[in-house]
């Protein structure tokens, strides 16, 4: 479940999974098209968020791969 802000709806509304249309993997993070509960097509920006141990575990591998 997730949720988005619905500009017709003029409100805050929650996603269940049969209300994602489709997902676009973007630079940016992913672009979620939803309906939502009242039936209005939309599109929201997931943008990407880096994770602790990942990050930390990241950053010695850009630079061994850079240096090599
Ligand atoms: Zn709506």
Redesign the pocket.
Known sequence: MMAVW?D??AAQ?LLWPSDIRGIVNTAGGAIVAYR?G?G?DGATLVERVARGPVARRAAPVDRQVAAA
């Open positions: 619905c017709q709806c509304t939502c009242a209005h």
